[in-house]
């Protein structure tokens, strides 16, 4: 079972800049699509951003030109590097793993515990 673990997160004011982590238990090379997504008080979980094994990355339009998602395959570790923060920002981010397998959806998601990202002055 793959396991994920978010770290980076914090209070942070207006226009500052963070980096979430993602480290994952198996090679993220292996791995057909990371993601990150958050979800604020009140609100649904929304994708933020994914990238594919290949390297093509996409963005919600809300983040993109601030937000970039990249990783690191000899740490098995996928990063957001969140720039040009605002307060609608604030919300808890997830790390995701989709991994190709046998179920009838051919895929199974796994989770991190969130990381707390607030933007705030």
């Known amino acids: 079972q793959v396991q994920l673990v978010e770290s980076g997160g914090g209070l942070v004011q207006p226009k500052g800049s963070l980096r979430l982590s993602c480290t994952v238990s198996?090679?993220?090379?292996?791995?057909?699509?990371m993601a990150w997504y958050r979800q604020a008080p009140g609100k649904q979980r929304e994708l933020v951003a994914t990238m594919t094994t290949g390297g093509n990355t996409n963005y919600a339009d809300s983040v993109k030109g601030r937000f970039t998602i990249s990783r690191d395959n000899a740490k098995n570790t996928v990063y957001l590097q969140m720039n040009s923060l605002k307060p609608e920002d604030t919300a808890v981010y997830y790390c995701n793993a989709r991994i190709s397998d046998f179920t009838p959806r051919g895929f199974s998601d796994a989770w991190g515990q969130g990381t707390q990202v607030t933007v705030s002055s």
């Open positions: 198996r090679r993220i090379s292996s791995i057909n699509l």
